[in-house]
């Protein structure tokens, strides 16, 4: 039995219960005033956004920063590695961004047979080395 909420999980006696997200990015009018979790793209979109993974005047309301790896949100074979941000713009990016209470995304352009270029792999893998030696730093 699946269950939507906490409440009706707890009330039901559910074991686990589905959650339901929603983001701001429902039109220009909406970004930073509705949904359960407010966008930051790249750093615009939303006007408490300042482009450095700040929430600004967010307040208590959950917030992300989705950022992409290169140009563009997809695989885009014209990109060379010289556009790809490296861990060096994803590991400030991410303390930023979890010190403002926000959660980072990161966004992948996987091939069409599902396998992820070398290029962004390598980025997956500094942040990860990154996060295996100071993940303490994120733990309450």
């Known amino acids: 039995m699946k269950c939507f909420g906490h409440t009706a ?7 686990s219960y589905v959650q339901v997200v929603t983001d701001d990015r ?4 909406c970004r930073g005033k509705h949904g359960g979790v407010f966008i930051c793209e790249n750093g615009g ?9 700040a929430a600004g005047d967010a307040g208590n309301h959950g ?3 989705w ?9 885009s074979r014209p990109e060379t590695s ?21 959660v980072l995304i990161m966004n992948l352009g996987p091939r069409a047979d599902g396998t992820i270029p070398p290029e962004q792999e390598s980025i997956l893998r500094g942040v ?13």
């Open 45 to 53: 979109f939303s006007a408490f956004c300042s482009g450095s993974g």
């Open 26 to 29: 429902w039109g220009n009018e």
């Open 82 to 102: 010289e556009v790809y941000k490296g861990p060096d713009f994803f590991i400030p990016l991410l303390v930023k961004t979890v010190a403002d209470n926000g």
């Open 128 to 140: 990860g080395a990154w996060l295996y030696v100071f993940s303490s730093v994120f733990q309450a």
């Open 9 to 15: 999980a707890t009330e039901a006696g559910c074991s």
């Open 63 to 65: 917030w992300a920063y």
């Open 67 to 75: 950022a992409t790896q290169a140009e563009s949100w997809g695989l």
